[in-house]
């Protein structure tokens, strides 16, 4: 108002001609306050109705005399998306949310307390809650990079421990996924499209934001690459393992078949076995059976079957 910065204004003030632009924010709104959005405001009604639904990739839609945008913020917790709806045209800046998001309250306070409040216009505004969103995007993001980090230098773990931990990364990345790409295709239309009132110069800091967008999706993937890689390599030496084990009792059950076989033999109790009264016959089938399995675990190290190089 007069080139100065007021807050607090009931919503009648707001179509005074003293005012050149003005920003209202819907934090939780009641039923009464929802209904400025049609009464006062004349949004349309499926603009209003994408407010309430919360499931929503961000996007723009193009209505007269404003734009309508779906922006997603995280959650650094839970890495939860909160959405943020905003109504944008040359004269004001409307947004609207459920959950109470620091961006939003950190891109007010500096609209507040900024140095130069007559310098700012609507757009200037979006430009500064979409970068603050974009930004708060990059320590979440490399929380994970460090954890996988830990995950690769570490050698005494649970594998049990290890895969757990690698897919719940994984499901940390599927989550960052769903709301970097959109956001990235969301800023390629507001830098390609001629139905938005963008200056000129302003363009190139919205082109900043895309550039940081394009960097954490191929952050996202590059991550998402080297969770696979863990997961493969998992799958592999746990096979391997398997395939060892395997082996061992394979040749452990070879050698010990003829041996139980020519056991198998003298324990049957037919009187006419002539074997049975040779005074060192005990002593000479315990030496033949040492024979038959001292010849073959060597074969199978001489084929190789052991293991050895």
Same mark, same amino acid.
């Given at each position: 108002?007069?080139?100065?910065?007021?807050?607090?204004?009931?919503?009648?003030?707001?179509?005074?001609?003293?005012?050149?632009?003005?920003?209202?924010?819907?934090?939780? +709104?009641?039923?009464?306050?929802?209904?400025?959005?049609?009464?006062?405001?004349?949004?349309?009604?499926?603009?209003? /109705?994408?407010?309430?639904?919360?499931?929503?990739?961000?996007?723009?839609?193009?209505?007269?005399?404003?734009?309508?945008?779906?922006?997603?913020?995280?959650?650094?917790?839970?890495?939860?998306?909160?959405?943020?709806?905003?109504?944008?045209?040359?004269? =004001?800046?409307?947004?609207?949310?459920?959950?109470?998001?620091?961006?939003?309250?950190?891109?007010?306070?500096?609209?507040?307390?900024?140095?130069?409040?007559?310098?700012?216009? +609507?757009?200037?505004?979006?430009?500064?809650? @979409?970068?603050?969103?974009?930004?708060? %995007?990059?320590?979440?993001? %490399?929380?994970?990079?460090?954890?996988?980090?830990?995950?690769?230098?570490?050698?005494?773990?649970?594998?049990?421990?290890?895969?757990? /931990?690698?897919?719940?990364?994984?499901?940390?990345?599927?989550?960052?996924?769903?709301?970097?790409?959109?956001?990235? !295709?969301?800023? %390629?239309?507001?830098?390609?499209?001629?139905?938005? &009132?963008? +200056?000129?110069?302003?363009?190139?800091?919205?082109?900043?934001?895309?550039?940081?967008?394009?960097?954490?999706? &191929?952050?996202? &993937?590059?991550?998402?690459?080297?969770?696979? !890689?863990?997961?493969?390599? =998992?799958?592999? @030496?746990?096979?391997?393992?398997?395939?060892?084990?395997?082996?061992?009792?394979?040749?452990?059950?070879?050698?010990?078949? +003829?041996?139980?076989?020519?056991?198998?033999? =003298?324990?049957?109790?037919?009187?006419?076995?002539? &074997?049975?009264?040779?005074? %060192?016959?005990?002593?000479?089938?315990?030496?033949?059976?040492?024979?038959?399995?001292?010849?073959?675990?060597?074969?199978?190290?001489?084929?190789?079957?052991?293991?050895?190089?």
């Amino acid at each position: 108002m007069n080139g100065q910065l007021t807050t607090n204004l009931p919503v009648e003030k707001l179509t005074s001609p003293d005012i050149l632009w003005y920003w209202v924010d819907f934090y939780s +709104p009641t039923e009464e306050e929802t209904k400025i959005l049609s009464s006062h405001f004349k949004f349309h009604p499926l603009a209003i /109705e994408d407010c309430f639904q919360f499931l929503q990739r961000p996007k723009l839609d193009y209505y007269e005399g404003y734009r309508f945008f779906v922006v997603d913020g995280l959650n650094p917790i839970t890495l939860r998306s909160e959405e943020v709806d905003v109504f944008l045209a040359t004269n =004001y800046l409307v947004t609207f949310h459920t959950k109470k998001l620091a961006e939003l309250e950190t891109t007010w306070e500096r609209v507040v307390n900024g140095e130069n409040p007559e310098g700012l216009e +609507p757009v200037k505004v979006f430009h500064l809650l @979409l970068d603050k969103i974009v930004d708060n %995007y990059f320590p979440i993001l %490399y929380k994970i990079e460090d954890r996988l980090d830990q995950i690769q230098q570490l050698e005494q773990r649970s594998n049990r421990a290890l895969m757990n /931990e690698v897919f719940d990364i994984r499901r940390d990345l599927h989550r960052l996924r769903k709301s970097v790409f959109p956001m990235r !295709d969301l800023l %390629y239309r507001i830098l390609n499209s001629e139905r938005i &009132e963008i +200056p000129k110069e302003q363009k190139m800091y919205f082109a900043d934001i895309y550039d940081h967008l394009l960097k954490l999706a &191929e952050m996202v &993937e590059s991550n998402r690459d080297v969770t696979s !890689d863990i997961r493969d390599s =998992y799958i592999s @030496l746990n096979s391997n393992r398997m395939n060892n084990i395997m082996m061992t009792l394979t040749i452990i059950s070879a050698i010990f078949i +003829p041996l139980t076989f020519i056991a198998g033999v =003298y324990g049957m109790n037919f009187v006419n076995m002539p &074997e049975l009264t040779w005074h %060192y016959g005990y002593y000479i089938v315990l030496l033949f059976m040492a024979g038959i399995g001292i010849s073959m675990f060597w074969w199978f190290k001489k084929k190789g079957w052991l293991g050895d190089d």
